[in-house]
């Protein structure tokens, strides 16, 4: 069974905290907007699409809850305005995943089409949007599946020849943890093993909040992938010592000429690729792909606060497996006074991305060595 980091049913829903993981799995209810905010601010869900799948369906329950306590706006216009001012607040939760702006720009049209229509109310507004935001749920799933298969047999036919089974290096958590279900790079692994093409899947901690540590092992663990754990230091001496087929990584957003931004940490392992002679490939839903950013060079790199560098929190360990999930402690790693730069996520340039993974096939480059990912959209 694969783990839901989301639950919903129309005007209730709940998130997986994944501060808490690998050693607790509490659900945390979000009831609005700002519910959805501060969980996606506060790092309880993450991953591009998940963000913005909760932040959508966060809206609708507010709405589901306004319409039931008799404060929905009646005037369709009026409803409109407020769900254009609780969309936009939502996109400002986390500036580099476009999946969340995407997302809330489809919605807008979804709710300009249900003003223009006859008899126009807020209800029927509020229906409308309710309607298209569980779509993208469902949609989600689906897409997920297509993107594991997809990128599966590119890898068999690309880096395991002879029926080889591959070795894989993925990056952060990009798992059912990070989407609605299944996952992208991680659903790619989850591909691989379930058609017996894996050898062994290797993931990096990911500092400076431990997503491959915390999540992406974890998720691995529970689906009983065969995994191995490193710290990010360790990546190129697991290029020197194993056979790395291929690394794999999620995205939360690929410009227009396929410069990605991912998981700080992910430029580093594209470069070590290329050396090493492994393909790199990026997956991501087309919802990810940003053609109105021309290039990395476009894009909004969020910093986050230093204290992340300095700090780590977790339950208390008491020694033989014994962990003390009643007692949680954050431990200070680095001394006071240090200046910290925190970048979320870098750019890995175009050229060193062997291909780019969709829902609908994967992308590889044409004459000049270039993506034309405008081509996925026609």
Known sequence: MVLQAIKYSRGE??????????????????????DGWHAIKNMRVRGAPAIAIVAALALAVELETAQASGKLPEIAEEAKAFVYEKLDYLVTSRPTAVNLADAAQKLKKVVDAAVAGEDATGEKVKDAYLQAAEKMLVDDVQDNENIGRHGAEWIVKNCAGDGKKACILTHCNTGSLATAGYGTALGVIRSLHANDSLERAFCTETRPYNQGSRLTAYELIHDKIPATLITDSMAA???????????????????????????????ALSILARHHGAKFLVAAPRTTIDLATASGGDITIEVRPGEEVKRITG????????????????????????????????????????????????VEKGPGRIFHLDRLFG
């Not at 999620?250 to 227009?256: F, Q, T």
Request: with cysteine.
């Open 13 to 34: 829903l709940q998130i997986l905290d994944q501060t808490k993981l690998p050693h607790q799995e509490l659900y945390d209810p979000l009831r609005s907007s700002s």
């Open 315 to 362: 339950p208390s360990y008491c020694g033989k497996d014994d962990i003390d999930t009643s007692s949680w402690e954050t431990v200070s790693i680095a001394p006071e006074g240090i200046q910290v730069w925190n970048p979320s996520f870098d750019v890995t340039p175009a050229e060193l991305i062997d291909g780019i993974v969709t829902e609908v096939g994967v």
């Open 237 to 267: 001496a697991l290029f020197q010592q194993k056979d790395i087929a291929a690394v794999i990584v999620g995205a939360d957003r690929v410009a227009a000429n396929g410069d990605t931004a991912n998981k700080i940490g992910t430029y």
